[in-house]
Nanobody, 113 residues
Framework: QLQASGGGLVQAGGSLRLSCAASGSISRINVMGWYRQAPGKQREVVATITVASSANYANSVKGRFTISRDNNKNTVYLHMNSLEPEDSAVYYC?????????WGQGTQVTVSS
């Protein structure tokens, strides 16, 4: 199971930090990441990070968002700075281990202009 938290309402230019903890049968996680889906749009990747902390970002968030993880806690974080109204979406965490891919329940991020 993946449990995400940290979403909310913030003004443009503000910051939020999302957290997502893996538990239960998920183990030896390789890649963790964050996706987002805005109303009427397809789900898109925001950032991913490997167990060795190699990170990749969508062009739209480079320089503003930072993904990190704590392997001891099986937790991934997304630090979001300089938020824009276009960042408003439901953010989903995801993880891959040797058995498959898992998704969290999503957390709403709303950025007001």
């Amino acid at each position: 199971q993946l449990q995400a938290s940290g979403g909310g309402l913030v003004q443009a230019g503000g910051s939020l930090r999302l957290s997502c903890a893996a538990s239960g049968s998920i183990s030896r996680i390789n890649v963790m990441g964050w996706y987002r889906q805005a109303p009427g749009k397809q789900r898109e990747v925001v950032a991913t990070i490997t167990v060795a902390s190699s990170a990749n970002y969508a062009n739209s968030v480079k320089g503003r968002f930072t993904i990190s993880r704590d392997n001891n806690k099986n937790t991934v974080y997304l630090h979001m700075n300089s938020l824009e109204p276009e960042d408003s979406a439901v953010y989903y965490c995801t993880a891959w281990d040797r058995f498959g891919n898992y998704w969290g329940q999503g957390t709403q991020v709303t950025v007001s202009s």
